[in-house]
């Protein structure tokens, strides 16, 4: 059986993730691929920190060491910000090597080019985990919904924003001690800032205009605001009137110009969104032929996000597979 080689960038909640993912489903990968995944490099940034990684696998902070691996097939990217991630996966892309992210900053800013970068290099690149965590959001766009023409995005792409509202409304509790409670369950960081004012949304919906789109708008002229201003009173007065607020990540196109906004909405039991509830995300799009579509699951989360990695993987050996095919399916 052939072997595939990957390397994990990244080792905290979601690199660890995709370790467990690959070792507890390597028997699904085998039947499925026919081939046997082996993980042979984890990148870190810490090398003090204690780690349940098999002996025989590198772990190294050198990037370098990871590129000078023969025959690496694959790396997952899960390091959080622009750079080095950004910088890393133009290197591995260079070297032929094909990419999966969960890296939602740096791949609002720079997926496109990564993905011109692969295009001309014959290299894979994968981004499913980016946005809404395990729903698979990006595949149905690219691949069920291809001859749709989508006009509308709306999505909750931020679950603890999600959950502080949903338990501002069910427990009558304060904006400060919903989010208390949020960051007491493991949802929300010790800083929360980027989940709590609308950032973290944002970078998702840049990455889905992208993909629907084709581009995205002036980052400047996208009205972000967050859910702190929020009171628990208004949440209430809306209850009483079978409203209930969201916070909405939302985008469409007027004319030639695309309309995008990060914020809260009142919206009532008739909206696809009005349901969602706790740490959940969900995007309802409309689209030309089909109509509303509306796709719910978690956002983030450990083995979510990494359910997204896997999947991205599957499909680039599958691809991969069914190219090396063709040449001998034309003879
Ligand atoms: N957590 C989620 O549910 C989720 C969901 C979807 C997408 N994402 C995205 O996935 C990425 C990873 O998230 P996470 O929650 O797994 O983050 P995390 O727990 O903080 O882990 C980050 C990992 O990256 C490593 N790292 C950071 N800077 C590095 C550098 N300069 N060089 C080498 N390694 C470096 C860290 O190394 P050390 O261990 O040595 O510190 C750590 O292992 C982020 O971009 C995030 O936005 C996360």
Redesign the pocket.
């Known amino acids: 059986m052939s072997v595939i080689k990957a390397a994990l960038?990244?080792?905290?909640?979601?690199?660890e993730g995709v370790y467990t993912a690959i070792h507890s489903h390597q028997q699904q990968l085998n039947e499925l691929l026919g081939v046997r995944v082996e993980i042979v490099a984890v990148?870190?940034?810490?090398k003090n920190?204690k780690r349940d990684i098999e002996s025989n696998i590198l772990v190294t902070?050198d990037?370098e060491e990871i590129l000078n691996i023969r025959d690496l097939d694959v790396v997952f990217e899960?390091?959080?910000?622009e750079e080095?991630?950004y910088t890393y996966l133009k290197q591995a892309i260079d070297k032929g090597i094909h990419v999966i992210t969960?890296?939602?900053?740096?791949f609002a800013k720079y997926g496109q080019e990564l993905i011109h970068k692969a295009k001309q290099r014959n290299v894979k690149l994968a981004f499913e985990?980016?946005t809404a965590?395990g729903v698979p959001i990006i595949r149905t766009i690219q691949r069920l919904l291809q001859v749709n023409r989508i006009t509308k995005v709306q999505g909750i792409l931020n679950g603890t924003s999600n959950f502080i509202l949903t338990k501002m409304r069910e427990n009558k509790l304060s904006f400060e001690a919903a989010l208390h409670l949020a960051q007491q369950k493991g949802y929300a960081e010790a800083d929360p800032t980027n989940d709590i004012s609308g950032k973290d949304a944002f970078c998702k919906l840049m990455i889905l205009s992208q993909l629907v789109f084709g581009e995205q708008p002036c980052w400047s002229e996208v009205k972000i605001e967050g859910i702190t201003s929020i009171s628990q009173q208004q949440i209430e007065e809306k209850e009483h009137q079978g409203q209930r607020y969201k916070h909405i990540a939302e985008i469409y196109k007027e004319g030639k110009l695309i309309k995008a906004s990060v914020k809260p909405i009142i919206v009532d039991s008739n909206h696809p969104l009005y349901w969602i509830e706790g740490v959940e995300n969900a995007i309802a799009l409309e689209a030309s032929l089909v109509g509303n579509i509306t796709l719910q699951g978690p956002g983030?989360?450990?083995m979510p996000?990494a359910s997204a990695m896997i999947e991205d993987f599957a499909e680039i050996v599958q691809h991969q597979q069914l190219q090396e095919k063709i040449p001998a399916l034309q003879m």
């Open positions: 960038l990244g080792f905290g909640t979601v690199g990148l870190i940034r810490d920190k902070t990037f899960a390091i959080v910000g080095p991630g969960a890296n939602k900053v740096m985990a980016t965590g983030a989360g450990k996000t």
